[in-house]
């Protein structure tokens, strides 16, 4: 395993971190398909196992379920805390991003997580409700009170990051480290605006769903996993693009083929490239895991990724939201 660090923060994570959006107890009206406690540590005890230290889950997954197991998972093995990385979310909950909200949020993660404290703590929206400067400094006061380490942001449009960047400078308080956003061969429009902000701040990309909700790591659109057949939001995802994202598969398949490893490897080695600092992968069985891990260590020349790249045509946003959405909903 290979590391590196976050943004200026110091804090060294692995070059893959572990999604846990997998882990938690499974409902009809959430994710049928994430792992129970059990299943998890496994999981979470053979990552450990391949170098991963940087672990990342939110208070909405699974109800807070995701929250409680990788805290179970990480005590059952015995790991030290200063040894792994661990990353949680805000903003799907009762008032968003708002000051009260977020200082409500973060002890009921950290009472799930069984830490006095995250490595990292993410705004998982942008909240069109509440003052960036109300958020900003709310945020800042977790790092004053020690219960948090760095912050980032996720999915949002690159002028909302830059102006709670500015927001943050002016005032002097703690800025984002990192972020989070929708980034893989297939959904590439970050690179017009919000790639350029974070490179300008130096903020590390930690990028969900690099491998596109699986369809970047076979051959055929349609997976045969139970997650393939229920989860409705990566269908909202990507099916409206399929005909010119399955161009881009054929070559992701091409190129794996000729060099002899997964079409995970080449899809993960590609946004290494460009230089990501850890996709999240969220994985289910530990074949997954090993494929990522081998990603590391994969060298794609300029002409690979050229070529990977070409046919990709615009896509409509997925991940940034226009409005906040009713909770719930």
């Not at 709670?164 to 400078?169: I, L, P, R, S």
């Not at 596109?212 to 990507?238: E, F, M």
Request: glycine letters at 8%; hydrophobic letters at 40%.
């Amino acid at each position: 395993m290979k590391y590196t660090t976050l943004g200026t923060t110091g804090i060294e994570v692995s070059r893959i971190c572990v999604g846990c959006m997998s882990y938690g107890k499974a409902t009809a009206d959430f994710h049928q398909w994430t792992l129970n406690a059990e299943e998890t540590e496994v999981m979470v005890r053979h990552a450990i196992e391949l170098g991963v230290n940087f672990f990342d889950t939110a208070n909405v997954y699974s109800f807070g379920t995701s929250e409680e197991y990788l805290g179970r998972s990480l005590k059952n093995i015995g790991v030290a805390r200063d040894k792994v990385v661990i990353a949680s979310k805000v903003y799907f909950n009762d008032g968003r991003l708002s000051r009260a909200a977020i200082q409500r949020e973060i002890d009921g993660t950290l009472q799930r997580l069984g830490t006095d404290y995250l490595d990292l703590y993410q705004i998982h929206r942008y909240d069109y409700d509440t003052p960036i400067e109300e958020t900003m400094e709310a945020l800042h006061s977790l790092v004053l009170a020690g219960k948090v380490r760095a912050i980032g942001a996720s999915a949002m449009y690159g002028y909302q990051f830059h102006n709670m960047q500015v927001a943050a400078e002016r005032n002097g308080w703690t800025k984002f480290a990192t972020m989070q956003n929708h980034y893989n061969l297939l959904y590439r429009e970050d690179e017009r605006e919000m790639i350029p902000i974070c490179q300008q701040y130096g903020v590390s990309l930690i990028p969900y769903s690099p491998l596109a909700g699986g369809h970047l790591s076979r051959s055929s659109w349609q997976g045969d996993s139970k997650r393939s057949a229920t989860d409705n939001v990566s269908r909202n995802k990507y099916d409206h693009a399929m005909e010119n994202d399955m161009q881009i598969i054929a070559r992701v398949a091409e190129v794996a083929q000729r060099m002899g490893v997964t079409m995970t490897e080449v899809s993960l080695a590609w946004l290494l490239h460009r230089g990501v600092a850890a996709p999240i992968v969220g994985a289910t069985k530990a074949e997954h895991f090993d494929a990522a891990v081998r990603a590391v260590d994969l060298v794609l020349s300029e002409e690979d990724a050229a070529y990977l790249e070409e046919l990709y045509r615009p896509h409509t946003i997925v991940g940034a939201v226009k409005e906040n959405a009713v909770l719930g909903k």
